[in-house]
């Protein structure tokens, strides 16, 4: 069977497919081996194989995309070669578009597409032939399968699938500096013709920028791009296909290119003058005014810094990164009076330079700032500003000067100040001051020795405005005079043994002087003038504010005399030289070999003057056992009264009470006699009359034996408590309206009540649980 191409168009083709030995070919299939089973096909090896003649020659059907002509386009033939013409033959195919796109004439195996291809949507078909018996319809030959390809043709223009296209360079960047690539794509086959072929062009925008002929890529064409002038630039790129020959397809986009920005451009103030004014009353940090500089760069391009070049004793720049401005403000306190213009010379640069633009020149800018300053009305101002000290004489007069304070209006019409101290400050109102003149004197008298300083404040005011007000602190020192006399820095006491030897040291002495004399303390010792002829001791002066107590003699007997009185004088260097007398107390004590005391005759009496702390200590001791000792014989005395009050209270574990009145109750002792019951071992068998109630003998004798047996319970048993209680309630009579307390009689009655359980309650209910229970004739009996 041969397959025949055919296109309208192309007759020289289809008259060479017609040539061609590519062919179906129908053959018969011969076999040289009998047909045997698969395993002895595989045993015999190569002996067994088959060879199969082809019954199909195959190749390619090619039909032209975009035929537009009003019959089936002829696209070939199928043919077997055992058709011979007699009809008896059908010809199908099956697959893609068969039977849509692609009939096929069963008799002649024509095959017609009937559709106009496309080959960008669909390269080609596959499809598969079969030669059946018309009459019984079976397959002469295996199914086979063949292509039909659609044929190229230059139908489809390039495409810039991405574009719009938005790129971006930098400003002045040089000639050829790549931009950006773009890229059409065609349709058409790339291997068959120049169809696909493409080539880029510059329609619009070729002064400024190129595009490479093949890669598409967008270069500069210019060196002087500059952004500040145009920022951004639309060009229009052209693709063609056929390799820009006649009659090629072409597509176009446009090309947005944004210029980026450098730093190109210094910062400039758009004036060389600012004036500002101030007040000279605004405070330190108040800002004057703002100038900025102008940049024509963008972004960080633009960021700047700004100082002071000039006049930045008084004033300080600020750059405020938000809106990039100087913040001119006051750095110091401004006084008209002393100066009423300033001028400042702000400079702005920028922070990020580029150094491929330094030959550019410099990226500086500089400009005045004129600061005018306003007055105001100022309070007044004292001199020093930082505070007065004053010194005065402690024992200066009342009505005494102590100093002046200064303070002026530092306006120009000087208006006059008046002063006063703020009471706050000095509520005793020891210090007054003259409203006009400022002098501080004295309204009180002075004590160094109280006090040494006087912190006051002074209030200066404008004598018309009130509200004009300023403060000053005045700090006042006390002088010390000498109006205090030395005295012994303690009550000195001192002690010798009795074999003491001329001119050893006792004691030494120091006295304190609560002034305070400029150039220090000086004392003078001296034995007083009633101790003159002291034969015992000598003072030795050491001149350097102390003395020592030296002995004068051997051989001091404390039997004889055990205290000696020393009084010393001390003199203090003045002036005037101030004078006391202090006394000594020296004690004969009895002493070791080693010189240690053991025992002086009037230490009883100097404890009470003078402890050692050895001493105080040894007291609290002593009082410390005393008091012990008194809480442990306390606490054995109530120990064995507690034992005593035990062994009593044994003998009263069981009170046994009878009523023969109508009484208070359970409550009522006084109803009769307990010393009855205190002795409940001594009952005698019988009672006379007069003693109380008649009961008779056997009655006691039954409560005996009872209460002892309940008591040799209660000992033998710990959980009961230390007494047992037994009363008895009488029957008052059937006519009595309050009827029987005793619960004893309810034995007698009708009552089906169960009290079985009170043998459960313990031993405490042991007896009450025995009148209750079912009736035991033993124990009725007893």
Aim: charged share 25%; proline share 5%; hydrophobic share 35%.
């Amino acid at each position: 069977m041969a397959p025949i191409w055919t296109t309208e168009a192309l007759t020289v083709l289809a008259a060479m497919s017609l040539l061609s030995c590519c062919s179906f070919t129908w053959c018969e299939a011969s076999r040289t081996s009998d047909t045997t089973s698969g395993t002895s096909r595989q045993e015999q090896g190569p002996s067994s194989l088959e060879r199969v003649k082809r019954g199909w020659v195959w190749n390619q059907f090619f039909v032209v995309e975009e035929y537009t002509g009003t019959e089936p386009l002829y696209v070939g033939k199928i043919h077997t070669d055992s058709d011979e013409g007699e009809g008896n033959i059908k010809y199908t195919i099956s697959g893609e578009g068969a039977g849509s796109i692609f009939i096929i004439d069963e008799l002649t195996g024509d095959i017609h597409a009937t559709e106009r291809l496309d080959r960008e949507e669909k390269a080609f078909y596959t499809l598969r032939a079969q030669a059946r018996d018309r009459l019984s319809n079976d397959p002469l030959e295996p199914e086979s399968e063949f292509v039909i390809k659609v044929q190229d043709i230059n139908d489809s223009e390039p495409k810039f699938l991405e574009g719009p296209y938005i790129g971006s360079v930098a400003e002045l960047s040089p000639i050829g500096t790549s931009v950006m690539k773009v890229t059409a794509s065609d349709a058409d086959d790339p291997t068959y013709g120049s169809s696909a072929r493409v080539v880029y062009s510059v329609l619009d925008g070729e002064k400024f920028f190129t595009v490479d002929r093949h890669t598409g890529i967008i270069m500069t064409a210019v060196a002087d791009l500059d952004r500040e002038t145009q920022d951004r630039y639309e060009l229009v790129v052209k693709a063609t296909d056929m390799a820009g020959q006649m009659g090629g397809l072409s597509g176009s986009t446009t090309v947005t290119i944004v210029i980026t920005d450098v730093n190109d451009n210094p910062p400039r103030f758009p004036q060389k003058m600012y004036q500002f004014s101030v007040s000279e009353g605004a405070a330190v940090g108040t800002p004057v005014g703002r100038v900025i500089a102008t940049d024509a760069d963008m972004g960080e391009n633009t960021d700047m810094s700004y100082l002071i070049k000039e006049g930045g004793d008084l004033f300080k720049v600020t750059t405020d990164v938000e809106s990039q401005e100087a913040v001119v403000s006051i750095k110091k306190p401004l006084d008209f009076e002393s100066r009423r213009t300033h001028n400042v010379v702000v400079e702005a640069a920028n922070k990020h330079l580029d150094p491929r633009f330094a030959d550019l020149g410099s990226f500086k800018d500089q400009t005045i700032v004129r600061v005018s300053v306003s007055d105001v009305d100022e309070p007044p101002i004292f001199q020093p500003a930082e505070g007065a000290v004053m010194e005065v004489q402690e024992d200066a007069k009342v009505g005494a000067l102590v100093g002046v304070v200064t303070a002026r209006d530092p306006d120009g019409l000087n208006k006059p100040v008046r002063f006063s101290i703020d009471r706050t400050t000095d509520q005793e109102m020891i210090f007054h001051i003259d409203p006009d003149s400022g002098a501080i004197t004295l309204g009180k008298i002075l004590d160094r020795e109280t006090a040494g300083w006087h912190n006051i404040t002074v209030k200066a005011v404008e004598a018309d405005n009130h509200t004009m007000a300023s403060h000053s602190a005045v700090s006042i020192r006390i002088l010390d005079v000498n109006d205090n006399p030395p005295e012994l820095a303690t009550p000195y006491e001192a002690s010798i043994c009795e074999d003491a030897k001329p001119g050893q040291l006792i004691h030494t002495i120091s006295v304190v002087d609560r002034d305070e004399p400029q150039s220090g303390h000086r004392f003078f010792f001296t034995l007083a003038p009633e101790a003159s002829s002291n034969r015992h001791f000598t003072l030795w002066d050491v001149k350097d504010n102390t003395a020592g107590i030296r002995t004068q003699r051997s051989g001091f007997n404390r039997h004889e005399q055990n205290v000696y009185l020393l009084p010393i004088l001390v003199v203090d260097s003045g002036p005037p030289s101030l004078s006391s007398t202090g006394t000594l107390t020296i004690r004969v004590c009895g002493c070791d070999t080693d010189g240690e005391i053991q025992s002086c005759n009037a230490t009883a009496y100097a404890m009470s003057a003078a402890l050692s702390p050895g001493a105080l200590i040894a007291l609290l001791v002593c009082m410390l056992i005393l008091i012990v000792l008194v809480l442990l014989i306390l606490t054995l005395k109530r120990h064995r009264k507690g034992q005593r009050m035990a062994e009593d209270e044994e003998d009263m574990r069981d009170n046994v009470i009878k009523y023969n009145d109508e009484g208070g109750g359970e409550q009522d002792t006084q109803a009769y006699d307990m010393s009855a019951l205190r002795n409940l071992y001594d009952f005698p068998e019988a009672k006379s009359c007069d003693s109380g109630p008649d009961i008779p003998a056997t009655d006691f004798s039954l409560f005996k034996g009872y209460i002892r047996k309940k008591v040799e319970q209660a000992d033998a048993d710990l959980s009961v408590p230390p007494y047992d209680s037994f009363q008895t309630y009488a029957f008052e009579g059937t006519s009595s309206p309050a009827l029987s307390l005793s619960s004893i009689h309810t034995l007698s009655t009708t009552s089906e009540q169960d009290f079985s359980y009170l043998s459960d309650w313990g031993p405490r209910f042991r007896q009450l649980a025995g009148y209750y229970a079912p009736g035991n004739p033993e124990e009725e009996g007893s």
